[in-house]
């Protein structure tokens, strides 16, 4: 993987939780348990986004400097990614070849504010663009602000669809551990990323749109189970950290299905979810 990018910034919510009308109004209190549920998931998977992108810089760069590009504002996602104080090491004689990001055993403070320690360990079979290449992700002792990763991320190159786009099969198989005993968060997932614009220029990243289908499913931190579906291709624009647009179902286990809708409007934080005809306003983290 000498060029290009593994990033599969799927940095969204996902909504999980009972929510409890009584009559014609909605229950806050049920609101606001639903609302804990979804950033339980977002955690998830945004930690397991994070992860691809620090990777990315080091494949790239050979080291990660978390966020100090020039214009590396809170929503853009086209700064350097990672941390000084981690250090990067290749293994280029193994097959496949390894790349180690050691963030120490002690925490360090990264500048997109988050503490992060242990390792990432990266392995790949060729190189990011090429047909049949398999990247594998695995963690050891790692945390972030004091919540553990454990699990695997595997990406795979499919080749060129139909229309001549790159398509990448993302599987996920996942935990956070969350800080202070307050539960684990799993996460399964099997994720389709067509590359729509920007495969020409391997080493830009803000100039990358990918369309993302698929599915996924695990439990929250209070070990309820979920299943969910991409019912409209989520669009994501590389120099923004939000889908720009598309929807997902989430099916929680004998509850109603929850639409979450990342509307239309631009790079913004703002998104709602739908519950049996109620529709709720949510900012994404």
Known sequence: MY?????????????CSSLLFTSCKKDSTAKDADTE?????????????DVTTISD?????GSVNMRVAADAS??????S???????????????????TIDFGSANCLCNDGRNRRGKIILSYTGRYKESGTIINISFSNYFVND???????????QGPNGAGNLVYKIEVNGQVIKANG????TWVSTRYREWLAGANTPLVLNDDVYSITGNASGTNAN????????????????????FESGTLDVTPDGKPTRTLDYGNTGCDANATVTILGYTFPIVLR
Request: proline letters at 1%; one cysteine or more; a positive charge.
């Open 74 to 79: 809170a929503s853009r996602e086209d700064g």
């Open 223 to 242: 070990g309820k189970s979920y299943t969910i579906n991409i019912t409209k291709a989520l669009i994501r624009k590389m120099n923004c950290r939000w």
């Open 147 to 157: 919540n553990q990763l454990t699990g695997t991320k595997k990406i795979t190159n």
């Open 57 to 61: 810089q080091a494949a790239l760069g």
């Open 182 to 185: 307050a539960g684990t968060v």
């Open 3 to 15: 060029a290009k990018k593994i990033s599969i910034f799927i940095a969204a919510s996902v909504i």
């Open 81 to 99: 990614l990672g941390s000084g104080c981690a250090s990067v090491t290749f293994d280029t004689v193994s097959t496949p070849h390894i790349i």
């Open 37 to 49: 549920a979804a950033e339980n998931n977002a955690l998830a998977e945004s930690s397991f986004n």
